[in-house]
Nanobody, 118 residues
């Protein structure tokens, strides 16, 4: 089993920045993918970004050029640096962890609310 604990959400104004953190604990594999999804109040679920343990990263189109994902493998932590936040970035952000093995399940955090409002 793997547990994920997110932190860093909050209320910000448009154009501001915020950093989310997610710490994984438990049965952690060295090779893994970690990242973030988000879910809006209208229940739209959207992939935000992913990063492999080798640091290869990918981003969803809505956040490219504004968000940066990074990870600290030694501390099993993934970060989401969010810049130039827009109203439409408002959502609950969920961290995920998936080991890169054939039977690897995906684990999820509890979610952290990000609200962008003027």
């Amino acid at each position: 089993q793997v547990q994920l604990v997110e932190s860093g959400g909050g209320l910000v104004a448009p154009g501001e920045s915020l950093r989310l953190s997610c710490v994984a604990s438990g049965n952690i594999y060295a090779a893994s993918v970690m990242g973030w999804y988000r879910q809006t109040a209208e229940n739209q679920r959207e992939w935000v970004a992913s990063i492999r343990s080798g640091a290869t990263s990918d981003y969803g189109d809505p956040v490219k050029g504004r968000f940066i994902i990074s990870r600290d493998n030694a501390n099993n932590t993934v970060y989401l640096h969010m810049h130039s936040l827009k109203l439409e970035d408002t959502a609950v952000y969920y961290c995920f962890y998936r080991p890169m093995i054939s039977s690897g399940a995906t684990y999820w955090g509890q979610g952290t609310q990000v609200t962008v409002s003027s």
